[in-house]
Each structure stands twice: as structure tokens, then as C-alpha cells.
């Protein structure tokens, strides 16, 4: 039996500059904390790198032509910040803005909307020298950047991400310090987290003063936490202060201009008078990411009074060691939909890493990924029958590409990229997902 989704569902695909651009030394790109995070031994596995990683900055085209191919409408692709500006402010890097305008008018004529997000991870180096996300400064940087993109593209952009998972920038990259810019300091994450909150804010009401209709929103990977079956009783009550941590300290401001209750205390000291004030902006869609639960065990001596732990066995798991958990995908759009007005919402990033080995003409049979999708693709359609105002989706990832710390081991795309070679050979996934998307229904 097939499952439709509903009538005008749009579907898209996504990427980030950093994971498959490439092309460092082309053209006068500044260098970003990627950069540097990946230099510094020990960092990336096998020492991997983004500076050929894709070559997308070469293969725009061939690129957009296989999103073509998909079917997909919607694309979601992040502007590399020191590409354009490499100091991180002042002198604009024109070689980097024409490169954005041309891939934009590649959009545009494949009949594909430009989902522009402003930050998926690659802080100018020289702005981390300053600081980074720790100075408040940076609202006004982030504000003058966005003001530069909005000049230049704003004219062609369909929708606008301020953020990809500002929780993982201020977590990952300065409380656990496994993404750059790998500070471990729980406090100047909580700093990072307030200011994150604020340029999402300010850059929101740039680009609605000069484009007062265009949607503007940020991508957030919802976390649900579960305790070990065993263990209900002892963790059970960290589960509220767990998702005030992953999500509500970066929803509840938005939405509601506060923070939760559980996590004042360690916001206040980075708060002024009239921030929450300033935060609160109407949304116009929520993106979401999603992949795996997250299940949590009391721990002392650390940070916060948790720790993740391994999910139970039973589940499968992705070759990321991820837990596959179509049922918590289901239950974070239930989230919004219940505590954050049902707004609308677009699956900006969900998918999986598999051993995918080419067959002897390259291609590759990947069905465990096809059963991954159609696992989360059903919780979704689950939710949107029970009145989760899901509006669209769009798969990570386009393309195998560079996978943060883990390098080019992991591979979450619908297409094959061989990295002697740098051909692209669309999976099985690939065909797959192009028939979701013509049918606009699950097989
Ligand atoms: C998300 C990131 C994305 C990719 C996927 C696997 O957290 O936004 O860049 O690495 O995970």
C-alpha cells in the first residue's frame, strides 16, 4: 500500500560549505576554525581535511543538475562566511559572492529554490582570534555579514537559515570540544548559546527589513531523551533538564523570549537588559534536523548532573554507531507541535552513514539506507496525521562529503562521490528518493 504525503509537501536535499566546497585555496577564501580544527593533530580522523573535500566549488553545476535529477525543488546550501569575507569583516572577498550568485542562478534556472543558511559551522579563523562566539561582539559581525548576503543575494533567495544546530555549536564546539573550535568550558558555552540566540535574532530582522515576506528560520536537531529501561526510576527526572539543555535554550528565547526555568541560572550571567526582549522573533518555519535518540544516565562530577549513555541494544544502528529510532523522529515533531504552536516545519536534515561498497560498475545497492529512510519517512507521515504541520523534507545528504571529525569515512549520501576521482554515481538511495518524490509517496 502506498502512503501519500500531503498535496503541495515540498521535498529538497541539503549540504554545507565546509563538508563539500572545497577549493581552500581558490580565489582568496579566508581560512575558518574547520580549518584549523583539522589541522591540529588528533582532531580529524586519518587527518582529513576540507579542502578539496567535494569540489563543489569546481562542480557547482554537475551538483545542481543531480538535485535536478531528484526531483527535488528545495535546496538547502550554506555560505562559507570567510569564502566571502576573509577576515570575518570588512573587505568582501567579490570572487566569493559572485561564486554564491552564480550557484544561485544555478538554482534558479533548474527551477530550484535557494534555501540560503548563514552559518553551518565555519567561523572565520580571524574572528575566532577575537574570540569567536565567546565575544559578544559578534552580533554586530554576524549582523554585517547577513546584511552582505542579503545585499547581494536577497534578491533570489526563496528562505533563509540563520542557523544550523546552534546546540551543537555551543555544546559540541565549547563544552565538549569535539568540533571546532574544541574549547572544553562549560560557561563560555552557556555565553555562546545567549549570543547565538542573538544574531539569529538580529540577523532575522535584517533580512525582514529588507525582504518583509521572505521566511526566515533556524535549524535546530531536536533531541528527546530516554533513561535505560533499568534505570527509570534513578534518571527519570533529568530527562526535563537533558531537553532544556538540547532544545529549549535555543526554542524557548524565539518563541517565547525566555529560557527555561531549569537553565536560568547558568544563562543569567551572560544576560543584559532587554536581550529576551530582543530574541523573541516570530518564526516562520522551524527546521529540523533528526537521527537518533538520545539516551541519558545519571553522572556526577560533570558539567550537568547527566551523561549520554549507549541505547539499548535491541535498536540497529547506522555505521555512525547511531541508534535507528524512526519513533523518537515522530516525537520530536510531536514536541513542536505541542509545546511551540505547531508551526510549520521542514525536515531540513535527517539520514544515515552505512558501509556503502561500490559494485564493480560503482554503483552502490544501498538498502539498508532505503530502509533507514522509509522507517523515518513513515513516523513522519504518522505525525502529520495526527496534525504536525510538517511542510517538507529534505535528506542528508546530497553528496558523501566530509563528516566533521570522523573525515571521509562516514558517508550519508544519496550519491556516491570517489574521492581519487571525485565521480559522482548516484546510490540506489538516490532512485529511491526520486520516487518518493515523483510520487510524492512512500512505496
Ligand atoms: C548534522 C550536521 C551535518 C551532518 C550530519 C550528519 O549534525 O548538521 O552537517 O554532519 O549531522
Not at 580522523?45 to 557547482?60: F, I, M, T
Not at 572577498?93 to 565555519?122: A, K, Q
Not at 544516565?297 to 547511531?322: C, I
Not at 509545546?339 to 564493480?360: I, L, M
Amino acid at each position: 500500500m502506498t502512503k501519500s504525503f500531503p498535496d503541495g509537501f515540498r521535498w529538497g536535499v541539503s549540504t554545507s560549505s565546509y563538508q563539500i566546497e572545497g577549493g581552500a585555496d581558490d580565489d582568496g577564501r579566508g581560512d575558518s576554525i574547520w580549518d584549523t580544527y583539522c589541522a591540529t593533530p588528533g582532531r580529524v580522523a586519518n587527518g582529513d581535511n576540507g579542502r578539496v573535500a567535494c569540489d563543489h566549488y569546481h562542480l557547482w553545476a554537475e551538483d545542481l543538475d543531480l538535485i535536478k535529477g531528484l526531483g527535488a525543488r528545495h535546496y538547502r546550501f550554506s555560505v562559507m562566511w570567510p569564502r566571502v569575507l576573509p577576515e570575518g569583516t570588512g573587505k568582501v572577498n567579490e570572487t566569493g559572492i559572485d561564486f554564491y550568485s552564480r550557484l544561485v542562478d544555478g538554482m534558479l534556472e533548474r527551477d530550484i529554490d535557494p534555501w540560503l543558511c548563514l552559518y553551518h559551522w565555519d567561523l572565520p579563523q580571524a574572528l575566532q582570534d577575537r574570540g569567536g562566539w565567546t565575544n559578544r561582539d559578534i552580533v554586530d559581525w554576524f549582523g554585517d555579514y547577513t546584511e552582505l548576503l542579503v545585499t547581494r543575494l536577497g534578491d533570489r533567495i526563496k528562505s533563509w537559515v540563520t542557523f544550523n544546530e546552534p546546540n551543537v555549536v555551543a555544546w559540541v564546539g565549547h563544552e565538549e570540544g569535539r568540533h571546532a573550535p574544541g574549547i572544553t568550558d562549560p560557561r563560555a558555552a552557556m555565553r555562546v548559546t545567549h549570543h547565538l540566540n542573538l544574531c539569529h535574532a538580529r540577523a532575522t530582522r535584517i533580512i525582514k527589513h529588507h525582504y518583509p515576506d521572505a521566511p526566515v528560520g533556524f535549524v535546530l536537531p531536536m533531541h528527546k531523551g530516554y533513561t535505560l529501561p533499568h534505570r527509570r526510576e534513578q534518571d527519570a527526572h533529568l530527562i526535563e533538564l537533558f531537553e532544556a539543555k538540547w532544545n529549549g535554550a535555543f526554542l524557548d528565547p524565539v518563541y517565547y523570549g525566555r529560557y527555561p526555568e531549569l537553565i536560568l541560572d547558568r544563562m543569567e550571567p551572560h544576560i543584559r537588559p532587554g536581550d529576551l526582549e530582543a530574541i523573541r522573533t516570530d518564526v516562520d518555519f522551524q527546521g529540523l534536523n533528526q537521527y537518533f535518540p538520545s539516551y541519558i544516565q545519571a553522572a556526577e562530577g560533570k558539567a550537568w548532573p547527566f551523561q549520554h549513555v549507549e541505547p539499548p541494544k535491541y535498536f540497529r544502528r547506522t555505521e555512525m554507531g547511531w541508534a535507528i529510532d524512526g519513533d523518537c523522529f515522530y516525537r520530536t515533531m510531536k514536541i513542536l507541535q505541542e509545546n511551540y504552536g505547531n508551526p510549520p516545519v521542514f525536515v531540513t536534515e535527517n539520514g544515515g552513514a552505512f558501509t556503502d561498497v561500490p559494485g564493480h560498475n560503482g554503483h552502490v545497492d544501498d538498502q539498508d539506507r532505503i530502509a533507514y529512510y522509509t522507517e523515518y519517512l513513515d513516523a513522519l507521515l504518522r505525525a502529520v496525521s495526527e496534525g504536525a504541520n510538517v511542510q517538507g523534507y529534505m535528506p542528508w545528504s546530497l553528496l558523501d562529503n566530509f563528516e566533521w571529525a570522523y573525515g571521509y569515512d562516514k558517508r550519508f549520501g544519496l550519491v556516491h562521490v570517489d574521492y581519487e576521482t571525485l565521480k559522482r554515481t548516484p546510490k540506489a538511495s538516490y532512485e529511491f528518493m526520486r520516487n518518493v518524490i515523483t510520487q510524492n509517496a512512500l512505496p
